[in-house]
């Protein structure tokens, strides 16, 4: 079955833009999370949804946001991007174990 | 996401010699996984762990869920070079609930094999 997809791959923005990620969980999965992967802070949390509704939320500024629709498929907006935004952003899905828990390859995000 | 303390940060090893690396938090954690990133993808579950003494392989994979609940090991027997990655540690807190997956990540050790 395929994988959790994320696009775009690659992205380059201006600081002040906005982005929005796209994440498609493996079919059946309705968890996804986002996490935010840099050389100095490692792999952060942002937030969880579950079934459209936010479950779960880091500790990021108001700027990181995310909405998940009915199909599970699930999009993260930053707003005003900082050049500290650039970083590998990964989404995961869940079947609701641990076991399930299942990473995108990523988008790579670099602000300039 | 609680801290989590995971060393070595970096090794370079022998192919065919046998690695370790732990992670240890000042928190009681449920569950521990291990995961494995090649560059330019995202982690890969190696190996799960849910009771405290738990000892489970994966192959050439070793990992044990420490009995304190506040550590966690990983040994890789014979190396090979497809090892070479980034291996993280990550755990679900005791703190969180059924439906918390707030995984805390630990820096990574990243292991580079010598022909």
């Known amino acids: 079955k395929a994988g959790v997809t994320q696009t775009p791959r690659y992205l380059i923005k201006t600081r002040g833009q906005q982005v929005t990620l796209s994440c498609s969980p493996i079919?059946?999965?309705?968890?996804v999370s986002w996490y935010q992967q840099t050389p100095g802070q490692g792999l952060q949390f942002l937030f969880e949804?579950?079934?459209?509704?936010?479950?779960n939320k880091g500790n990021f500024p108001g700027r990181f946001s995310g909405r998940q629709f009915s199909n599970s498929r699930s999009e993260m907006n930053v707003s005003t991007l900082e050049l500290g935004d650039s970083a590998l952003y990964l989404c995961?899905?869940?079947?609701?174990?641990?076991?399930?828990?299942?990473f995108g390859s990523g988008t790579r995000l670099t602000v300039v | 996401g609680q801290q989590l303390n995971q060393s070595p940060q970096s090794m370079f090893i022998q192919e065919g010699e046998d690695v370790s690396m732990n992670c240890t938090s000042s928190?009681?954690?449920?569950?521990w996984l291990w995961y494995k990133q090649d560059p330019g993808e995202g982690p890969v579950l190696l190996i799960a762990?849910?009771?405290?003494?738990e000892l489970t392989s994966n192959g050439r994979l070793t990992a044990q869920f420490g009995i304190t609940r506040k550590d966690s090991f990983l040994n890789i027997s014979a190396s090979i070079p497809s090892d070479v990655g980034i291996y993280f540690c990550?755990?679900?807190?005791?703190?969180?609930?059924?439906?918390?997956?707030?995984?805390?990540f630990g820096a990574g050790t990243t292991v580079t094999v010598r022909a």
């Open positions: 762990l849910y009771k405290a003494g």
């Open positions: 990550a755990g679900l807190p005791a703190s969180g609930g059924t439906n918390d997956y707030k995984l805390s």
């Open positions: 995961a899905s869940s079947t609701g174990t641990v076991y399930g828990y299942t």
């Open positions: 949804y579950f079934s459209e509704t936010q479950r």
């Open positions: 928190s009681i954690f449920n569950t």
């Open positions: 079919s059946g999965h309705r968890s």
